[in-house]
């Protein structure tokens, strides 16, 4: 009997002596903790990603004015970004020649397809020029008009290295940026781009 008092009294004061080191951990206790761990970001809210709109490149100069104008009248603000890039230039021609300019106009006046221009070769010989375009679809348009008339033409394209300019409009939350894109293309550019920031940087970064 004294025997199993005394391991009472032992176990006791053991326990005692346990809960007096070791204290068992309450709410507040762990929230301390919690607060003191380093957050992880996925714990938290992630923030919305930017998106970046615009303008297709325009090589228009006087085009390019005219947007920048509209812009201004709207209050809208726009970086423009001019760089120099390779594009494709569409020509159309009449095969003929002229020896004088006098017979290059009385020619001119066959076609009816809008401007035609009197172009002078290195030989001195007058031809027509029957349109110049960067824009495919402005040539698909220009070459619909010429099968029309059933005359002859000459096409051919040359890669031409010139100024182009893109309206970049500052970065915003992706609904705002939707807005921002059809209030773009209600102002005549055709077709603006939108992207994230990310994918914007990727394809611009060096050229701002």
Same mark, same amino acid.
């Given at each position: 009997?004294?025997?199993?008092?005394?391991?009472?009294? @032992?176990?006791?004061?053991?326990?005692?002596?346990?809960?007096?080191?070791?204290?068992?951990?309450?709410?507040?206790?762990?929230?301390?903790?919690?607060?003191?761990?380093?957050?992880?970001?996925?714990?938290? @809210?992630?923030?919305?990603?930017?998106?970046? +709109?615009?303008?297709?490149?325009? +090589?228009?100069?006087?085009?390019?004015?005219?947007?920048?104008?509209?812009?201004?009248?709207?209050?809208?603000?726009?970086?423009?970004?001019?760089?120099?890039?390779? +594009?494709?230039?569409?020509?159309?021609?009449?095969?003929?020649?002229?020896?004088?300019?006098?017979?290059?106009?009385?020619?001119?006046?066959?076609?009816?397809?809008?401007? @035609?221009?009197?172009?002078?070769?290195?030989?001195?010989?007058?031809? /027509?020029?029957?349109?110049?375009?960067?824009?495919?679809?402005?040539?698909?348009?220009?070459?619909?008009?010429?099968?029309?008339?059933?005359?002859?033409?000459?096409?051919?394209?040359?890669?031409?290295?010139?100024?182009?300019?893109?309206?970049?409009?500052?970065?915003?939350?992706?609904?705002?940026?939707?807005? /921002?894109?059809?209030?773009?293309?209600?102002?005549?550019?055709?077709?603006? @781009?939108?992207?994230?920031?990310?994918?914007?940087?990727?394809?611009?970064?060096?050229?701002?």
């Amino acid at each position: 009997m004294k025997n199993i008092l005394g391991f009472i009294v @032992v176990a006791s004061l053991a326990w005692l002596t346990w809960s007096v080191w070791f204290p068992p951990a309450t709410i507040s206790q762990q929230a301390d903790v919690k607060a003191w761990l380093p957050e992880r970001p996925d714990l938290g @809210v992630k923030e919305a990603e930017k998106w970046r +709109v615009f303008t297709r490149r325009m +090589v228009w100069e006087q085009g390019v004015n005219d947007f920048e104008k509209r812009l201004k009248e709207k209050g809208m603000k726009a970086l423009v970004l001019e760089r120099k890039e390779e +594009v494709m230039l569409h020509v159309f021609d009449d095969p003929r020649t002229f020896d004088t300019f006098a017979q290059a106009a009385k020619a001119r006046k066959e076609w009816t397809i809008g401007s @035609v221009d009197i172009l002078k070769r290195d030989d001195g010989k007058f031809y /027509l020029g029957l349109g110049r375009f960067y824009l495919a679809a402005y040539a698909e348009k220009r070459e619909k008009a010429l099968n029309k008339t059933g005359k002859a033409y000459n096409y051919a394209q040359h890669r031409k290295e010139i100024p182009t300019y893109r309206f970049i409009f500052p970065p915003l939350p992706e609904q705002e940026a939707e807005i /921002l894109w059809k209030s773009i293309q209600d102002m005549g550019a055709v077709d603006p @781009v939108m992207m994230t920031e990310n994918e914007f940087n990727a394809m611009f970064i060096g050229n701002l």
